[in-house]
């Protein structure tokens, strides 16, 4: 598909009017939608390909074991029950593709469909994962880091004040109705003393229409006092990201992670040992301009970008601008302060959706991405 008008038209053949569907895998982003579509959209089983799921539920939803009723599903002849497919969109469909099922007709990313059926039923836009940087001073500098932050000059490193994340969250919120989940980041997103106030600011003002908030932290900087009670006040969640197999801060981890415990702060620890080389900017790997569309959407990142009142379908490219890698191409993003009309409105849903101005983003030409197209991985956290 090129362009959202295409995509409307599959939608209202294939997909506007269907009594129920069927969601593919039970992944942690499938609950997160589930917990606020569920009012509107009739799901009628989730299936999973760990068999040990059979049969469990989730919120009155139950779980069934995918390879069984993807078989009974399909000899219903031809009569198929529509999947959407809410994570690992590749590995799925390559599956779904086998046992017989067609791309776009019988199974779809569920982030379209949601995406689609919420502008077409009642013009509104939710997204699915927005990230936020609010410093680009990190306390580790990573040679492979996705946001290049060991490529800044001390010169342009920043944090991002209070009044601009409030001023980025009110553009974002004039035109988008609800988002699944907001990312808060950086650099290291702890090293911003003002992170509590923010925290405490976008629960109270968009507490309602922010599905989740995660705070996604390497755990070297001690938590203050202040953001334990916020944390504590909003619900938010930490995820850590484990780098001790690379860089020894063992200790200081472990200190992290018991005072958010005793604290009884939700957390996460990702110990990533592999990262995709993205190649940028050491090695500038260049793919052509007519296959940039189809890395890009072989890379399918699943967070959007909001920095600087603009909206990215890949926030990484605000960062190498931010760090002077790469020139502004205003085709990389929605410029949130220009969206006056509802046509603008769904020029942000087409971005959104990866219906970019360029048929694709700029550094695609030059970043390996995180796609199957992409077999060179690095070890993560490498200083
Ligand atoms: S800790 Fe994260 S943000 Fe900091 S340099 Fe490493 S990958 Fe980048
Ligand atoms: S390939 Fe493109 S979309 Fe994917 S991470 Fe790189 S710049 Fe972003």
Redesign the pocket.
């Known amino acids: 598909m090129q362009t959202i008008q295409e995509l409307e038209e599959l939608f209202e053949k294939y997909w506007e009017n269907e009594k129920g569907y069927i969601v593919m895998p039970y992944t942690i982003r499938a609950r997160a939608y589930l917990a606020v579509i569920a009012d509107d959209i009739h799901i009628e089983a989730v299936l999973d390909n760990n068999d040990a799921l059979d049969n469990t539920y989730f919120g009155g939803i139950q779980i069934k074991a995918a390879s069984k009723f993807l078989k009974e599903n399909i000899s219903q002849n031809g009569v198929k029950k529509k999947i959407l497919v809410s994570a690992h969109y590749s590995e799925i469909a390559e599956q779904l593709k086998n046992a017989g099922y067609v791309e776009n007709i019988d199974f779809i990313d569920m982030h379209m469909f949601v995406s689609m059926y919420y502008w077409r039923k009642k013009g509104e836009i939710h997204l699915l994962d927005v990230h936020t940087a609010v410093t680009t001073y990190?306390s580790?500098?990573?040679k492979n880091?996705?946001?290049f932050?060991?490529h800044y000059a001390d010169s342009r490193r920043r944090n991002i004040g209070m009044e601009e994340f409030r001023e980025n969250f009110n553009a974002l919120f004039r035109s988008v109705n609800y988002c699944y989940k907001v990312s808060i980041l950086?650099?290291?997103p702890l090293l911003n003393r003002e992170l509590p106030q923010m925290l405490d600011w976008l629960h109270k003002e968009y507490g309602s229409r922010v599905g989740q908030i995660v705070i996604v932290t390497?755990g070297t900087v001690p938590v203050q006092e202040r953001l334990i009670k916020v944390l504590k006040e909003t619900g938010a969640k930490i995820s850590i990201?484990d780098?001790t197999a690379s860089v020894p801060y063992d200790e200081k981890l472990k200190r992290f992670e018991d005072e958010l415990e005793n604290s009884g702060i939700e957390f996460e620890i990702n110990k990533e040992m592999k990262w995709k080389n993205f190649f940028f900017p050491e090695e500038k790997q260049k793919v052509s301009f007519e296959s940039a569309r189809e890395h890009m959407l072989c890379c399918n990142p699943v967070f959007r970008g909001l920095n600087d009142k603009k909206f990215y379908y890949c926030h990484i490219v605000w960062s190498a601008v931010q760090a002077g890698l790469l020139k502004e191409d205003k085709a990389d993003f929605v410029d949130l302060e220009e969206i006056k009309s509802p046509a603008e409105r769904k020029k942000l849903l087409s971005h959104d959706l990866g219906f970019v101005e360029n048929g694709s983003i700029s550094l695609c030409r030059y970043c390996g991405g995180c796609g199957s197209d992409n077999e060179s991985l690095v070890v993560a956290?490498v200083q």
């Open positions: 990190c580790l500098n990573c880091c996705n946001m932050i060991n950086g650099g290291e390497n990201s780098y956290g």
